[in-house]
């Protein structure tokens, strides 16, 4: 029997999707024997410092596909935001499963259940400067303070007092099997998500025809669609350390709605925008919105970030 192995990384929610990929594999090849690897990456083992120190989106990726140029993998799956917006030369995103809702989610330690409710002062977790950036820009009242570590420690550590909620991606929440313990599911007129949020992803071999034959049964054109978008504004407005940046892509008939933000870290400054078209143009509307944004002044943000890196 054919073998191949799916690289993932090790965190029980990353092990959830990879398994998300591995079931529908499994139905539609049986003949073929799929095998889940577990690889930790930089992200996984360097958990005391904030992701904007470490570098950029890669440290949750590089030893995937690592693993799988070297063909010690055939597969790498990825949470989509994590992934840089250049990859390695020989390799490609083959397919994006269906996507989840993209929105961040409040998880509070106790009775207060909206944003808007707590109390000056109060410590709000998050591992990311694109929802400090938005979130204290519209309730700058909070506290807004770096929490890392995988979904279970980031929980832990709220209901030991460290925090009195955390803000993470309702796909990752969703997924872990903790729906109901979303106190609030936060607007995207808040907070817009990240680039490719919710979204998975199958990273393989460029040139390898017949596993991407085999891997096109996993892909969501509309996902697809949206996330090319959203990675080409990102793109644009330009790679490097963690940045301030929002973006969410929605197909409405054969039309893409894309929204995306740009802000300064404390929120004070924020630059908002839409662009439509059709959809089969979904990377230039990507790249169009940037190029808007840059031109309203969004570049001097983000340069000024990227040399405090």
Same mark, same amino acid.
């Given at each position: ?17 990879? %398994? ?10 049986p ?17 005391d ?8 989106? %890669?440290v ?15 597969l ?17 995103i ?22 808007s409710?707590?109390?000056p ?15 204290s ?14 979904l ?11 925090y009195?909620?955390i ?7 969703k ?7 979303i ?23 460029s ?19 949206a ?5 080409a ?29 740009v ?5 004070q ?14 990377e ?18 983000l ?7």
């Amino acid at each position: 029997m054919k073998k191949m192995i799916i690289g993932t990384r090790a965190s029980k929610l990353a092990l959830i999707q990879a %398994g998300l990929v591995k079931d529908v594999l499994v139905k539609k090849f049986p003949e073929i024997e799929f095998v889940l690897r577990e690889i930790k990456t930089t992200g996984d083992v360097v958990t005391d410092i904030p992701l904007e120190k470490i570098g950029d989106k %890669g440290v949750f990726i590089k030893e995937l596909e690592t693993a799988l140029l070297n063909r010690e993998i055939d597969l790498a799956v990825h949470s989509m935001k994590d992934m840089p917006t250049a990859l390695p030369e020989g390799l490609i995103i083959g397919a994006m499963m269906t996507r989840e809702q993209p929105w961040d989610v409040l998880l509070s330690a106790g009775p207060v259940k909206q944003l808007s409710a707590f109390k000056p002062g109060d410590r709000i977790g998050s591992s990311s400067l694109r929802r400090k950036a938005q979130l204290s820009h519209h309730y700058p009242h909070l506290d807004i303070q770096p929490v890392r570590g995988n979904l279970d420690t980031r929980l832990k550590k709220m209901q030991k007092g460290e925090y009195e909620g955390i803000i993470l991606a309702y796909a990752g929440v969703k997924r872990m099997g903790w729906f109901d313990a979303i106190s609030e599911i936060i607007s995207g007129d808040i907070c817009l998500p990240a680039v490719g949020q919710g979204a998975v992803g199958v990273e393989i071999r460029s040139g390898e025809a017949e596993t991407a034959a085999l891997i096109a049964v996993l892909n969501c054109p509309q996902t697809e669609k949206a996330v090319l978008a959203e990675r080409a504004f990102l793109r644009k407005l330009g790679g490097g350390c963690q940045v301030p940046v929002g973006a969410l892509a929605e197909i409405r008939s054969d039309q893409l709605v894309l929204r995306g933000m740009v802000a300064s870290i404390d929120g004070q400054v924020q630059f908002r925008e839409t662009e439509r078209g059709p959809s089969a143009g979904a990377e230039n509307i990507g790249t169009a919105l940037a190029e808007r944004l840059l031109q309203q002044g969004c570049g001097n943000i983000l340069d000024q970030i990227r040399q405090e890196c």
